[in-house]
């Protein structure tokens, strides 16, 4: 019998078949096994070149899928902000509108120093 199995852990029917395998001897392997498995190899029909891209595409198709999946999920989360038209305050073309109005008032001044009559 096997000394790395453990009695107290297995069930009858697993020691039963223990048993049966350590009292088991496999046959001798004829002499003629190796031509007669290359004679079959051989006689055995070659998948075509649609099986085999199909071999190699049924578990890259979900992979790829996945991928674009993933590839989506960044680009959705990651985008940048649109950049947004520049808005004006109230109290920006408030500020705005007297400064152009101090621009006029100058423009006025220097005509009145330079001798022009105010209008």
């Known amino acids: 019998m096997r000394d790395d199995h453990n009695p107290q852990f297995e069930t009858a029917e697993q020691q039963a078949l223990l048993r049966l395998l350590d009292e088991f001897e496999a046959p001798p392997v004829s002499l003629d096994f190796n031509p007669r498995l290359w004679r079959a190899i051989d006689a055995s029909p070659r998948p075509s070149v649609f099986q ?68």
């Not at 190699?56 to 950049?83: M, N």
């Not at 509108?97 to 008032?105: A, K, S």
């Open 52 to 119: 085999l891209v199909r071999t190699w595409l049924k578990p890259a198709i979900p992979l790829g899928v996945l991928a674009a999946l993933l590839i989506a999920g960044f680009a959705f989360d990651h985008r940048s902000p649109t950049p947004s038209a520049p808005g004006v305050t109230a109290s920006e073309a408030d500020r705005m509108e007297r400064t152009l109005d101090d621009i006029q008032l100058l423009g006025q001044f220097e005509k009145t120093q330079e001798g022009d009559p105010a209008v």
